[in-house]
């Protein structure tokens, strides 16, 4: 039996949401039982609760050696807030833990990842049960925690460690204490929602952070707004410019992002969960 | 006489801008000459022309003695792209000169001031000079350069050194090899059509870049586009906010940003412009 605590670390969801996925659970996986905490559906302006609530509801997952995972519900912005804080008051039955989420959450994923707290992983969350597209998504995340790694990412070798991150969110993690050592991975990361002119400036600030890594891969930059004028390129020649003027391997796409077609992306090397 | 060149790191604009600022010079200042490069009007893709056609406009602006003054055209976005190889290449010419823009040239600045090259101002752009307000602010950048000081923000005291930046080119500047030591200085920020969670999320980017400041003011945050929910905090509680959490005086508002009232701010110690 696989014990998934959820937790909001940024924005709240709905009971709806709560709902969906526990249906699918029940109807499709009968070894995983799935635990929501009151907390998801709690409001503070822009948050799911204030940040100390978001912190204690986090620790109160990660913390419980009762539960095998932490599943951050949804992302939306706030888990940065609260992220130095949880790496610092986790104990051994938070070591021990696999997390999964994306998107603001990355901010978690890369604060655990540096501190070598349990298993992260890239993966979508808890809010995207209720289409038929979103649960496709979460079901990946589901099977790979039960074992089974058809949904990872199809470039993982299981030899080059990798890490997975919305781009914005690595560029803001950059240079703060939250910052793992990317040295030798390859960093996947991908967009959504932001102009092109963006995706160029949040390479033009990474560049400085990105040397020492094994390759880039861009996974999928959706949603891009209409602009005034065209860019004059597009996200795959971003991504190449800046590898190529930083001296990184440019590696190709990678399958994840703000899409149904979104995969599970282990942290450091590709493996079968902690949990399984 | 005050010889002012114009050149367009980042986007370009158009005749009809030139001629806009041409004729209110031509009118209201005998005393300044305005030479637009060509460039200016130049179009590749999102872009005034590509990177080397920029830099090289910039350097032949820059590197000319003949001129006193060189402002930079229109921000957008573009002039990160350039700014390392201009200071490179920058002559004695160009170490006597003063350089006025905001916005997305902010990153020219930041790298001139770094690199104690030339007298850099935070001030409005020829772009402007199209609208009753916008010639407003251009008027304030003349008179300065003409030694009129009565355009520059108010609460520059001739003792603290001061710098102005927008916001999320602030951020993205940090840790590049175009930040300035802003140690002692008062940092000023501003920021145009970002939501307020993107707000809260540059300010906790920068948090470790502006421990040493002598203190922050916040400047206009304008346009800031609807979100599905409100933040739950204004601009001012959020930088009061990011103050608090990281011990830096907040001294309250600047009057800089994408508006009308934008004032001039010399970056070190508020004085008349070297041109003058």
């Known amino acids: 039996m696989t014990n998934i605590a959820i937790c909001a670390p940024a924005t709240p969801i709905t009971r709806e949401h709560a709902h969906a996925l526990e249906d699918l659970v029940a109807a499709e996986f009968p070894d995983t039982n799935v635990t929501f905490h009151d907390q998801c559906f709690e409001r503070e302006g822009h948050f799911a609760g204030n940040d100390l609530r978001r912190l204690t509801a986090l620790l109160d997952c990660a913390n419980d050696s009762a539960f095998d995972a932490v599943w951050f519900a949804k992302g939306g912005y706030g888990s940065n807030r609260i992220a130095e804080a949880a790496v610092a008051q986790m104990n051994d039955a938070a070591r021990s833990k696999t ?3 994306f998107s603001d959450c990355g901010y978690l994923l890369a604060a655990l990842y540096r501190h070598g707290i349990g298993q992260c992983a890239h993966g979508s969350m808890p809010v995207s049960a209720r289409s038929e597209g979103g649960r496709q998504a979460v079901r990946r995340v589901l099977q790979w925690l039960g074992g089974d790694n058809s949904g990872l990412e199809p470039s993982l070798d299981g030899k080059t460690p990798a890490v997975a991150f919305n781009l914005i969110t690595l560029a803001m993690i950059s240079n703060t204490p939250l910052m793992p050592d990317l040295s030798g991975h390859v960093v996947m990361v991908e967009e959504v929602s932001e102009h092109l002119y963006s995706i160029d400036r949040l390479f033009f600030h990474l560049a400085g952070s990105l040397p020492r890594i094994a390759g880039l891969r861009l996974g999928a930059v959706t949603d891009v707004p209409e602009n005034y004028v065209e860019f004059g390129q597009s996200e ?11 001296g990184v391997p440019y590696l190709g796409r990678a399958e994840i992002g703000h899409t149904s077609a979104n995969r599970v992306v282990p942290f450091g090397l590709a493996s079968p969960s902690r949990a399984a």
């Open 99 to 101: 997390y999964i989420g």
């Open 236 to 246: 795959v020649d971003i991504a190449k410019f800046w590898c190529e003027r930083i």
